[in-house]
């Protein structure tokens, strides 16, 4: 991604690529306005696909981890042990890819509920006269 930056004319100040830091953290920038620019219902579509491929390779990595021979023309072959650490290495990544997914979309969730309209009343003494106003909210007393 550097170097196709690079060849577009994105470069720092003294003619090198960018830092590799800050492309990271563009791509992330990127992708997170991309994800709230979704509506939250394309959000949960794509949620639900994501787990739906989740469970189908958890499913295959799954048998490589327990050893599960694959059948082939010329017999069964069995998962090396360093095949089984991988897999069971992946599946490691993937749920922790789903957690990470299923937060960032349940905060923009949240971010995007209406504010509540303050219905409560509370009575005001002021110099000898009583009036009523709305109750002021925590975040906004300090």
């Not at 469970?55 to 021979?69: N, Q, W």
């Not at 509540?116 to 007393?141: C, G, Y």
């Amino acid at each position: 991604m550097r170097q196709e930056l690079a060849l577009s004319g994105y470069n720092t100040a003294h003619g090198l690529t960018l830092d590799w830091h800050y492309v990271a953290k563009l791509a992330r920038k990127v992708r997170t306005d991309n994800l709230v620019s979704l509506s939250r219902e394309n959000r949960m579509t794509r949620l639900a696909a994501l787990k739906e491929r989740h469970r189908a390779l958890t499913e295959k990595l799954t048998d490589i981890v327990e050893g599960k021979p694959a059948m082939t023309f010329n017999g069964a072959i069995y998962p090396t042990h360093r095949e089984r650490i991988a897999a069971a290495n992946t599946i490691l990544k993937w749920d922790m890819a789903l957690i990470f997914a299923e937060e960032q979309i349940n905060e923009l969730n949240h971010k995007e509920q209406p504010k509540k309209e303050l219905t409560e009343t509370k009575t005001v003494i002021l110099m000898n006269s009583v009036s009523e106003t709305k109750q002021i909210p925590e975040f906004a007393r300090s």
